[in-house]
């Protein structure tokens, strides 16, 4: 167990996230697809699609929930866009 959690951790992005902000599509991986739609290191205001793990958006210190919610919008559309393929939420927003 724990080196599955040292390999887990070693792959997530250090600082503040909500975890995996995408459900994985059937057969696909949504880090994988947004990494290959060029969207890692995205930025907008504080807020970043981590260099590290596509499907992580980290506050790089101020972001505010408008800045993580253009990117989880900006993620969306160019991966539909590029791979016809729509990024359903894994978090839940209030």
Same mark, same amino acid.
């Given at each position: 167990?724990?080196?599955?959690?040292?390999?887990?951790?070693?792959?997530?992005?250090?600082?503040?996230?909500?975890?995996?902000?995408?459900?994985?599509?059937?057969?696909?991986?949504? &880090?994988?697809?947004? #990494?290959?739609?060029?969207?890692?290191?995205?930025?907008?205001?504080?807020?970043?699609?981590? #260099?590290?793990?596509?499907?992580? *958006?980290?506050?790089?210190?101020?972001?505010?929930?408008?800045? *993580?919610?253009?990117?989880?919008?900006?993620?969306?559309?160019?991966?539909?866009?590029?791979? &016809? *393929? #729509?990024? #359903?939420?894994?978090?839940? *927003?209030?």
């Amino acid at each position: 167990m724990a080196s599955i959690a040292a390999e887990r951790k070693g792959k997530t992005p250090w600082g503040s996230s909500c975890g995996s902000v995408f459900k994985n599509p059937p057969g696909q991986s949504a &880090g994988r697809l947004i #990494e290959q739609a060029g969207l890692k290191g995205t930025r907008i205001g504080g807020a970043e699609i981590s #260099e590290r793990h596509g499907n992580y *958006i980290v506050n790089l210190g101020g972001a505010s929930s408008n800045d *993580i919610l253009a990117l989880v919008e900006r993620a969306q559309a160019e991966v539909q866009r590029q791979f &016809g *393929i #729509e990024l #359903e939420l894994e978090v839940q *927003i209030l």
